[in-house]
């Protein structure tokens, strides 16, 4: 059946004679990342960035988020970590 589909395809030859796909990594390289944001454990809000947005950059976006900002309020944020930049983590007491 795989045979005479590929033939129906136009492809000349056999299934079998083909190649594997080329593993092309430019083209599996996501545009975009979601990272989680933490507050005191909890996961309260999902950041839609750009791939490879440095620390800093990831620390102020979700230090501004409405849904952290919710958390935040009224109390001191003691420490914020961005582990590997695929998770922000907010600590507040």
């Known amino acids: 059946m795989a045979e005479e589909l590929w033939e129906m395809l136009g492809h000349p030859g056999g299934i079998v004679a083909a190649g594997w796909p080329v593993f092309d990594e430019a083209v ?4 975009q990342i979601v990272v989680p944001v933490q507050v005191n454990g909890k996961v309260r809000a ?7 947005t440095g620390e800093e ?3 102020e976006v979700a230090l501004a988020d409405p849904q ?4 935040l309020d009224g109390k001191q944020v003691k420490k914020v970590v961005v582990a590997g930049g695929k998770l922000v ?3 507040v007491g």
């Open 57 to 59: 950059a990831l620390r």
């Open 28 to 31: 599996a390289k996501a545009e």
């Open 89 to 91: 983590s907010i600590v």
């Open 46 to 52: 999902r950041l839609t960035v750009a791939a490879g």
């Open 68 to 71: 952290v900002r919710l958390h």
